[in-house]
Every structure is written in structure tokens, then in C-alpha cells.
């Protein structure tokens, strides 16, 4: 069986930003087993899954991230929406747009330690929307 469903998260700040609860709240009955995906429907912005407890890690991906695409590159041609932009869509890709994870005993079967990021990489890229596909 395949249930889907669609939410908008609010817009969120440039940075990385745990989403977990925001995920299970929009899912009303997680079956025994199964898998869910988490897609997300822009090109400048990214899922990923990691360090859900010390804020400090969101910090160093944010700080590591602009070192690796740092923005005003003078080889960008994309340049017309800001110099945000062309580097959210490299990091984006980078990233990916989709985590997929393990449903056991009616929970996601995340690690202690583990939780869903949104990337954000605009300085303002406004609400974004998430498709979350259950498979069970």
C-alpha cells in the first residue's frame, strides 16, 4: 500500500534545520513496517539526514558548505536571481532532494542521534513543499 501526502514547511532562515517533528506530525499512522520518502520540490534547498543533537554541527554544515560554493564566483553565468542562487542550486544537488528511511514498530527508524535536515540556501527562499510517500 502507497499513501502520500504533500505539507508546506514554514520558510525557514538560510541554514540547516532539523525537521523531524514537522515530518512525523503531517503523517497521521506510520504502518508496522514499511519505508517512507521525504522528497523535496525545489532546486535550492536539500534534505539529508545527520546529527540531530548539538546545534553546533548545523553550524559547521552552513560554514563548510559556503567554503566548498562560495557565492560571487565570477564564472556563475546564472547570476540573475541573486548571488544566492547559483550556489543553492550546486549545493542542492550536492545534498539531494530526497532521504529515505526504515519504518519499524509504527516509527521512522532513525539512529539515537539522528534527524532530517532541510538545507536551506537562500537567504530567503520561502516556504518550501515536501512530498512524503509511505510504503508499506
Same mark, same amino acid.
Given at each position: ?14 541554514? #540547516? ?14 504502518? /508496522? ?5 521525504? #522528497? ?6 536539500? @534534505?539529508?539526514? *545527520? ?7 548545523? /553550524?559547521?554544515?552552513?560554514?563548510? #558548505? *559556503?567554503? @566548498? ?25 550536492? /545534498? ?12 521512522? *527508524? ?10 536551506? #540556501?537562500? *537567504? ?6 515536501? /512530498? ?5
Amino acid at each position: 500500500m502507497i499513501k502520500q501526502y504533500t505539507i508546506a514547511l514554514p520558510a525557514f532562515p538560510r541554514g #540547516f534545520h532539523l525537521i523531524t517533528d514537522q515530518i512525523v506530525q503531517a503523517i497521521p499512522d506510520l504502518p /508496522v513496517s514499511g519505508l517512507v520518502n521525504i #522528497f523535496i520540490k525545489h532546486t535550492s534547498a536539500g @534534505l539529508t539526514i *545527520n546529527e540531530n543533537a548539538d546545534p553546533t554541527v548545523r /553550524v559547521d554544515y552552513e560554514t563548510i #558548505f *559556503n567554503k @566548498l560554493v562560495p557565492e560571487n564566483d565570477p564564472a556563475y553565468k546564472h547570476t540573475i536571481e541573486g548571488p544566492d542562487d547559483m550556489p543553492a542550486h550546486v549545493k542542492s544537488s550536492l /545534498v539531494g532532494s530526497d532521504v529515505t528511511i526504515p519504518i519499524t514498530n509504527h516509527r521512522l *527508524n532513525l539512529g539515537t542521534w539522528q534527524g532530517v535536515y532541510l538545507c536551506e #540556501f537562500r *537567504n530567503y527562499g520561502g516556504r518550501r513543499n515536501v /512530498v512524503i510517500t509511505i510504503y508499506s
